[in-house]
């Protein structure tokens, strides 16, 4: 799978989520995830598939996300939660005991410092320590502690959430 097309379908979810780690706010996030989308389509020629697609496209995002929090610096922002993932359950209770969970752990990595934050978003993405560490350019030990550190400050935030 290299054409635009493909990716953009199969990793378009992943995208708007990296992007809503770094943009709280709804409007820039959407701004922000076609930014994204602009800049993979621009990289795409230079994929010689050294990396897995999912890494690629995840490099690209936190690439585009860093520059664009660089140029969204000075101004304040809102916190939003944004949409939530649907949950698969049968029980219209599940669905919202899922939906408020899934809120609150958004709302927890959205105060997480920026190294920690992307981070956590890379791993609840399903990503190895090996592959953040890839995305992020540093050691894989790196990726490791920082993604530590990130689990033990959202256990924290989170200790009394979960029943």
Known sequence: MTSYDEIARAYGPLIRRIARSYEANGARADELVQD????LWQALPRYRGEALVKTFVARVAHNRAISHVAREAREPRAVELGEHIPAHDTSPEDVVARGDLRAKLEAAVQQLPANLKVAATLALEGFAPEEV????????????VRLHRAKERLKEMLKGSVT
């Open 36 to 39: 994204i989308h602009l800049a």
């Open 133 to 144: 560490a890839e995305v992020l350019g540093i050691g894989v030990s790196a990726a490791s």
